[in-house]
């Protein structure tokens, strides 16, 4: 049983590293990116086709597309959000999903339906472990996913708190107007905020293809998790999205546990339970759920 | 060359001109001070020069360059420093967060965090708290030490007694009269008329979006601004010269 | 300003069109008998989808509530009508219960997501579709993503099943395009267009908003569970993976926003294009998907009131009036700049 718990501890790491370009890109932007997901999985097959094609170790390979997903997000920012997001807050709901739906079906018809994996580019890693007091095995690939996690929450609150930029994008997160009174280009600031999420959500993809199988259409299932372990994290800091991934996983395991269609349902089940006592007991119904790392609220 | 010259300006707010055609010029190292009702166009005024605004018509020209389309942030660069109406702090950042915010233009001057809790000493105990704990007073201060952190050749200020005790305006003022003395360029927008009077040299009293009396604040009598004030008065309606 | 507006309820153009509507209507009923088999069967999916269109749009377009998780009672539908055919329902009648049903679940899950706001709303409604997909799974019945059959359907020979479907498509379609538009037209109609225009402001002159919200859930509930019986109908088979699949959203999406996100005819508009460009296209397999998707995309950022919206705004079109219009006499040219901005703050939309 022990050993489940640290797994499920382990896989949290992955989960909070999905989960936390999408509550930052929310926090500063007040978005939430329905493509998410999709984006993620078109990192994977990114350096899955560097990998297959070139023998782009995938460690290598996100030299090159880590680099790529942040000018996407600045792209993605720049040319579709801040347009969307001028129309209301429904729209950019419509203007990421529609994305997603052409991101899901150009992987399609570019690599078709076939799963892919990129355990296969990285050796023995992908099923290596070490023996823990206890004769617990753990992965060494779930403990260096974990590890980077807690290293990119970290490094992401420090640059949040310690840098100008980082103030200025928190200064445009708690209110863009006054941010551009006191000499923050918000439109820049959010731009790169973006940036930084797609690069998360990067090496999010990375961990999705050597710890598991992805296919075209696996980007829902990313988006959904990235969302629920968002959502359990809740308020308080980046370090909320670990716990908020620990906690969904910890309930996919149990509900495997219990039966062997229970590790989804358990996610969900979890996901749900949390917002119902949310709601119920901070009256936070009426503002958002999501937020900001670096303390916010609005 | 006036440091900062309006020419014409009409700003909209939907369908509502807050202000209706204003032309004036203030020159290097002035206090203007910008009286008037209620709705009169002050804050919109302020807002619009700070980059807040677009102009529907007219012009603001700073240090001879036409301002039109350039962005807010931008204008920070420039010089241009606004202390909003409601001091607009980040309240989830500290105190000392929310000054060096003002350092992003990165135009070089002498202002420091430590300049400003200098002048602002109430400050100093305060300089890690969240700026959403901070008493009115700590949190007038610290707005208007962001904003002097930018190190402005033009600094606005719009009704920074609004909500302060007697005596912490008095604190207030005294820091700015260091400001004043010192040459910086000040806009303020003042309620309290013997206040706006004393610490200005020239005095604008608008009415509805238009300039009802304008003049050195020497020779313009309390009587002349307050009958402006309540529209009983429209000398030099059309705005002094430019 | 003191000119006399004229307040109208519709338009000489919207009388006729309703004549129209009831016109298309009978021809509707009786075209069968004209039509090859293969176009029933099409024609019954145009009137789904219509249905579908329209529901979404009751949902986001009025109530400013956009789901990504419709699905939930597409699939729902279908299931609740196996469910009931399998326990000795007439499977025709098993169709309607199903979507009661449905719109009795919407109801407590209503009471739980209309808490939560935009997108948070959006993919909250996601995954509440993922979890019942996964827990219907779970029913013996359905034997997991193998999935069932309407099998007591097969009781009636083909051409009766597929003119009964196709009528009680047409009928549905008529039936919920109605109710929509009394909703709209009526006193509700108003407190909903007050909530589209401004939520805060409609709560603060005592427009319920919440209950006017619920309504329009459980509605569009209800109207999505009708259309998943009605497919369930003509495909017979039942495999939860099709029924409780995003992409049933993303076709009710892209039929809105391309027709016209809150116009009431925008979302038929919406659907119809849909079926030409899926009858003439859907054989292009991935293609077409990607241009669904790029157009709704496209749509969002350039026109994002739809072609309906766009021209109606353009030549203030209205065929189905829902509510009032404030028309002043002035000429726009002698009012001066107020004026037109005016009209068209009192045009309503809907």
Not at chain 2, 93 to 116: F, H, I, K, Q, Y
Not at chain 3, 194 to 210: F, H, K, M, P, Y
Request: charged share 15%; aromatic share 8%; with cysteine.
């Amino acid at each position: 049983m022990s050993n489940q718990i640290i797994q499920g501890i382990l896989l949290g790491g992955y989960y909070a590293l999905i989960a936390c370009g999408l509550s930052f890109m929310f926090s500063v932007m007040r978005i939430i990116n329905l493509a998410h997901g999709s984006l993620a999985v078109l990192s994977a097959f990114a350096l899955w086709f560097l990998a297959s094609r070139f023998h782009i170790s995938p460690f290598l390979g996100l030299a090159i597309v880590l680099p790529l997903m942040a000018v996407i997000g600045w792209a993605l920012q720049r040319f579709l959000l801040e347009r969307s997001a001028r129309g209301g807050a429904l729209l950019p709901i419509l203007t990421t999903f529609g994305l997603a739906i052409v991101i899901d079906n150009v992987l399609f018809e570019q690599f078709g339906a076939d799963t892919r994996s990129l355990a296969p580019f990285i050796g023995s890693l992908s099923y290596d472990s070490w023996e823990w007091p206890g004769s617990i095995f753990v992965g060494k690939l779930a403990v260096i996913i974990f590890v980077t996690a807690v290293i990119l929450l970290g490094g992401l609150q420090l640059f949040l708190t310690r840098t100008g930029l980082g103030r200025s994008i928190r200064a445009t997160s708690e209110d863009p107007d006054t941010a551009g009174l006191v000499g923050v280009d918000s439109r820049r600031a959010m731009a790169i905020a973006a940036a930084i999420a797609m690069v998360t959500v990067g090496l999010a993809g990375a961990f999705l293809g050597m710890r598991a199988t992805f296919d075209p259409y696996a980007g829902a299932t990313q988006l959904l998790f990235a969302f629920e372990a968002a959502v359990i994290g809740g308020a308080g800091s980046l370090w909320g999205t670990l716990v908020g991934g620990i906690v969904l996983a910890l309930a996919q395991t149990l509900g495997a546990k219990i039966h062997p269609q229970g590790f989804l349902i358990g996610g969900h089940l979890a996901f749900l339970i949390v917002l119902f006592v949310r709601l119920y007991t901070s009256g936070l119904g009426l503002r958002g759920l999501l937020r900001l790392s670096a303390g916010k609220a609005s | 060359m006036s440091l900062l010259s309006i020419e014409d300006l009409v700003i909209r707010h939907g369908l509502l001109q807050a202000v209706r055609g204003v032309s004036f010029g203030v020159e290097r190292g002035e206090t203007l001070a910008l009286v008037g009702a209620n709705g009169a166009g002050k804050t919109t005024l302020l807002r619009a020069i700070a980059g807040a605004h677009q102009a529907a018509a007219g012009r603001v020209l700073f240090d001879g360059t036409d301002l039109s389309g350039v962005p807010s942030h931008e204008r920070v660069r420039r010089g241009i420093a606004l202390v909003p109406e409601g001091r607009r702090l980040f309240v989830q950042m500290t105190v000392e967060e929310n000054l060096l915010l003002g350092r992003t233009a990165g135009r070089p001057g002498d202002w420091s965090v430590d300049r400003v809790l200098d002048t602002f000493p109430n400050l100093k105990p305060r300089r890690h708290a969240k700026a959403g704990h901070l008493s009115g007073g700590e949190q007038q201060a610290t707005a208007i030490g962001r904003a002097l952190m930018s190190n402005p050749d033009l600094l606005l200020l719009d009704e920074v007694s609004l909500g302060l005790s007697p005596l912490v305006v008095d604190r207030v003022y005294a820091s700015l009269q260091g400001l004043m003395n010192s040459g910086t360029t000040i806009i303020l927008v003042e309620q309290d008329l013997n206040r706006a009077l004393s610490v200005s040299s020239k005095v604008m009293c608008m009415l509805e979006g238009r300039i009802a009396l304008a003049g050195d604040s020497s020779s313009v009598s309390r009587d002349e601004v307050t009958k402006a004030y309540f529209g009983l008065h429209r000398k030099n309606a059309g705005g002094m010269p430019a | 300003m003191s000119v006399s507006a004229v307040i109208e309820r519709g338009t000489a153009a919207s009388r006729a069109a309703g004549i129209g509507i009831a016109a298309i209507v009978v021809l509707l009923a009786v075209a069968p008998q004209f039509l090859s088999a293969g176009m029933v069967d099409r024609m019954t999916a145009l009137f789904i989808y219509v249905i579908l269109a329209a529901m979404w749009n009751a949902l986001a377009g009025f109530g400013g509530l956009v789901s990504v998780g419709q699905q939930l009672f597409f699939g729902l539908g279908a299931y609740f009508a196996i469910r009931l055919a399998n326990a000795g329902l007439n499977p025709f009648v098993s169709l309607f219960v199903s979507a009661i049903v449905v719109g009795a679940v919407s109801w407590p899950i209503s009471l739980f997501m209309l808490r939560l706001k935009n997108g948070e709303f959006a993919i909250g409604m996601w995954v509440i579709a993922a979890l019942t997909h996964l827990l219907v799974n779970l029913d013996r019945l359905i034997q997991g993503e193998t999935g069932t059959s309407l099998i007591s359907l097969n009781v009636y020979d083909a051409s009766t099943r597929r003119l009964t479907i196709y009528w009680l498509a047409l009928a549905s379609m008529t039936a919920l395009l109605a109710i929509l538009f009394g909703l709209l037209r009526g006193s509700t109609g108003a407190a909903i267009r007050a909530i589209r225009d401004n939520e805060d402001a409609a709560a603060s002159v005592g427009v319920r908003v919440t209950g006017t919200k619920r309504l329009l859930f459980v509605l569009a509930a209800f109207g999505i569970g009708v259309a998943g019986a009605l497919w369930l109908a003509t495909a017979i088979t039942f495999q939860p993976k099709t029924y409780f699949n995003v992409q049933w959203t993303a076709y009710m999406i892209f039929m809105v926003l391309v027709g016209g996100i809150g116009t009431f005819e925008g979302a038929i508009l919406g659907a119809l294009l849909f079926f030409l460009i899926e009858t003439w296209f859907g054989g292009t397999g991935v293609w077409y998907l990607i241009g669904l998707g790029a157009t709704a995309l496209v749509f969002s950022l350039f026109l994002p009131r739809g072609l309906w919206g766009t021209l109606e705004e353009r030549f203030g079109w209205r065929l189905l009036s829902v509510g009032y219009r404030v028309r002043l006499p002035a000429d726009e040219a002698t009012g001066g700049a107020a004026l037109p901005a005016n009209t068209t703050t009192h045009r309503e939309k809907a």
